[in-house]
């Protein structure tokens, strides 16, 4: 198997594989897969109809998504070949109880799975994310209302504001120490290759302004026909509202026709598991490592 780097170039061959699967997780996103390849050492591979990733390829934890194919069960097979030549048992990442259920059916008693909750992606249902209605959203109600008392608008992202987006970001990253943290400064580094390649990416974005300053903004991309995934959001913690207002104008506003949003996982952090807790997801999405036995 000939894996190699993923590039811009690959997105429309591997958004069509993505578009035969319909995944809910956000680990299937082109935008994952590309701008966070470095920082996970992701590589793919294409064979008889099908994609196959690997983070950390010739390392000791080397592992592997579940095959984006029609043929699961010879593509696992494949890779069962694959990491047995290598003096290895497969393991694959990612695994959602779907794709638990599958594995199992195919190859009974031949794998092990340990789930991981810091990875669960969280699924939230766009209407409720817009309307924000009962008892459970009464405190995000409060400080939006809060936010609206000053001027405000919301913008989606364009070249002419894209500047005033770095900008408020490069500020926020001054504010949350983000120097020495290795993962959110390659966050950062994800963000700026995301700002270059934009539309080229597909994404969306959008902004919100206070009394003309830009204090929040977010973006994202289509995942599949039900699920549109948040990729970035990015507020100042003094500005009471920010967050709630951009999380509720953005799925208004660019992703109201999606069913689902997936807002993507908490990464074991307190706070965002908090933050993402108190918005009352639809799906927390459950993820396994897979390993043969």
């Not at 993923?6 to 935008?31: C, H, N, W």
């Not at 294409?46 to 194919?69: H, I, Q, R, W, Y």
């Not at 405000?152 to 504010?175: A, G, L």
């Not at 992703?255 to 908090?274: H, M």
Request: charged letters at 35%; proline letters at 2%; one cysteine or more.
């Amino acid at each position: 198997m000939n894996f190699r780097t993923v590039t811009l170039e690959d997105k429309q061959r591997i958004k069509q594989y993505i578009e035969q699967m319909q995944p809910y997780g956000a680990d299937y996103s082109f935008m994952n897969i590309y701008l966070w390849g470095e920082y996970y050492d992701v590589k793919m591979a294409e064979e008889d109809d099908a994609l196959f990733l690997v983070s950390n390829l010739d390392k000791e934890d080397m592992a592997f998504a579940f095959p984006m194919t029609k043929n699961p069960k010879e593509a696992i097979e494949k890779l069962m070949a694959y990491t047995k030549e290598k003096g290895k048992k497969l393991t694959l990442y990612g695994i959602t109880e779907k794709l638990k259920e599958e594995l199992e059916a195919m190859f009974p008693e031949t794998f092990t799975f340990n789930e991981n909750r810091d990875v669960a992606d969280y699924i939230y249902e766009s209407e409720k994310l817009i309307e924000l209605k009962g008892k459970k959203y009464h405190g995000k109600r409060n400080h939006i209302n809060k936010f609206v008392e000053k001027e405000w608008s919301y913008e989606p992202i364009t070249r002419e504001n894209m500047d005033e987006c770095r900008e408020m970001n490069r500020q926020w990253c001054e504010e949350n120490e983000v120097e020495g943290d290795e993962s959110k400064e390659a966050e950062q580094k994800m963000i700026k290759k995301a700002f270059e390649e934009f539309e080229a990416l597909d994404l969306k974005g959008g902004l919100i302004r206070q009394e003309g300053k830009v204090v929040a903004f977010t973006f994202g991309e289509k995942l599949s026909e039900d699920v549109f995934v948040v990729h970035v959001e990015k507020a100042f913690y003094h500005v009471q509202g920010a967050y709630p207002i951009i999380n509720r104008e953005f799925v208004k506003h660019e992703a109201s026709e999606f069913k689902y949003i997936n807002r993507e996982e908490d990464l074991g952090l307190e706070g965002l598991r908090k933050a993402k807790l108190s918005y009352h997801p639809e799906i927390i999405l459950t993820k396994y490592v897979a390993k043969m036995v």
